[in-house]
């Protein structure tokens, strides 16, 4: 039973056979192909607008080079302190924005204060030795598993215009996000004031797909260039596209998100009714965070379950993990088996029960 994250397990079938579809005959390559062109245009349908998009192979690619697009060299990008792009991409970010900067501010759940956002901005020196600010990133879903509402993302992103920031969405999780919101892609991003997006696929549902969509076309400028010397103009990019295309037919990555959330939720509410566990943070995506007796959390790494220890930074300043709990993370994906899900709560369960008994 693996908990450990959303990319433990393979693509989904619609992916795989959009894959073998694309695959017989001859076609352009390094994007010049029919396929790759139709799926660049349904980008723009789906998100009810123009847009350019830049099909990368994954997430850490799709971030350094969104935010290098928007940071100069001299620049700062600001973001939450345990944001994927500060704490998770070995410096990516910084290496392709070539000397810029990532900050990370605090913020309960891993999200952003527009207010706390705006008062760090304005305290900034102006003077030639601070490195502007450039860029704001924020993850959606974020790393503590919570969501941005529509209002928060509109606030953050006026907090962006009016410093001179370019608002850049970390979407690895974006179908997640959305299907929690109940709202449209268009809703979740451009109308809200984000510039530039991480548009994740490969954790729900795809082998390796991510693109890069833009709706701040400033933004497009030499963002080609970027990609190849990344390494991400992809020779058989028929093949990404392809993946694409099996993903978005059909609704096929609404299902797959809306599966994984509703089984998140099954964990939590089976977790959370249990004496001594409760949530870290809401369950507003496929990740969820209980904070276990150390008794629980041993019965279940002993029946085999996997998952990681998480960090405590984020909670609520009226929370705190003990010393005999534990703050971890279980993560869902489209093919978590809803079996498992009551699995590990019938363990959990047994566990406070022989603990009681004790
Ligand atoms: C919030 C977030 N952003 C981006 C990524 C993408 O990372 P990768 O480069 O592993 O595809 C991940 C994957 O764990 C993530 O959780």
Redesign the pocket.
């Known amino acids: 039973m693996n908990f450990a994250?959303d990319?433990i397990v393979g693509a989904s079938a619609p992916v795989l056979e959009a894959l073998v579809k694309a695959n017989g005959g001859a076609l352009a390559a390094y994007g010049g192909d029919d396929i790759t062109k139709r799926v660049k245009a349904r980008f723009s349908e789906i998100f009810e607008r123009d847009v350019s998009v830049f099909f990368v192979t994954?997430?850490?690619?799709a971030?350094a080079l969104a935010l290098a697009s928007a940071v100069p060299p001299w620049g700062l990008g600001v973001c939450h302190r345990e944001a994927?792009v500060i704490d998770?991409?070995c410096g990516a970010p910084e290496f392709f924005m070539h000397g810029a900067k990532l900050v990370g501010l605090p913020g309960v759940a891993a999200k952003l204060d527009p207010q706390a956002l705006a008062a760090y901005l304005k305290g900034l020196p102006r003077a030639v030795k601070q490195m502007p600010p450039k860029a704001l990133s924020i993850?959606q879903a974020t790393?503590c598993g919570t969501i941005y509402q529509q209002d928060e993302i509109a606030a953050l992103g006026r907090v962006c215009r009016e410093h001179g920031l370019a608002l850049h969405m970390?979407g690895?999780?974006f179908a997640n996000a959305l299907v929690s919101l109940g709202c449209t892609p268009a809703e979740m991003t451009w109308k809200q004031g984000v510039d530039i997006l991480?548009f994740?696929a490969?954790?729900n549902g795809c082998l390796m797909a991510?693109a890069i969509v833009v709706f701040n076309e400033t933004l497009t400028e030499g963002l080609d260039y970027r990609c190849k010397r990344a390494g991400q103009i992809i020779s058989k990019g028929r093949l990404i596209a392809a993946q694409f295309e099996g993903y978005l037919a059909n609704d096929h990555w609404y299902d797959n998100a809306r599966y994984a959330n509703r089984l998140a939720r099954k964990l939590a509410e089976g977790l959370g009714r249990l004496p001594g566990v409760r949530l870290a943070w809401s369950v507003d995506a496929n990740e969820v965070f209980p904070i276990l007796p150390q008794a629980v959390d041993q019965a279940l790494r002993a029946a085999g379950v996997q998952y990681h220890p998480w960090t405590a930074l984020s909670l609520a300043p009226n929370e705190t993990v003990g010393a005999d709990e534990a703050l971890v993370r279980l993560v869902v994906s489209f093919s978590t088996e809803e079996a498992h899900i009551d699995r590990v709560v019938e363990i959990a369960r047994s566990a406070i029960s022989q603990r009681a008994a004790e």
């Open positions: 994250s990319n994954t997430g850490t690619a971030n994927h998770d991409e993850s790393e970390d690895a999780r991480s994740g490969t954790k991510e």
